[in-house]
């Protein structure tokens, strides 16, 4: 249940216009998306603000 919640979540993210239905074209769409670099500090710092959120 709980994968099907999170793929669709990732359908939402795409225009309406590409109609996905199935795993498949999830699959296809989420991997012709560029990657985003991030630096490592940026990582730091947002896991540094979770763990500081989920402590009270």
Same mark, same amino acid.
């Given at each position: 249940?709980?994968?099907?919640?999170?793929?669709?979540?990732? #359908?939402?993210?795409?225009?309406?216009?590409?109609?996905?239905?199935?795993? #498949?074209?999830?699959?296809?769409?989420?991997?012709?998306?560029?990657?985003?670099?991030?630096?490592?500090?940026?990582?730091?710092?947002?896991?540094?603000?979770?763990?500081?959120?989920? #402590?009270?």
């Amino acid at each position: 249940m709980r994968e099907y919640r999170l793929l669709d979540y990732f #359908k939402q993210c795409f225009s309406s216009s590409l109609n996905i239905k199935t795993n #498949k074209e999830l699959t296809y769409a989420l991997t012709s998306i560029p990657p985003y670099q991030v630096h490592f500090f940026m990582l730091k710092f947002c896991i540094f603000i979770v763990r500081l959120v989920n #402590k009270y």
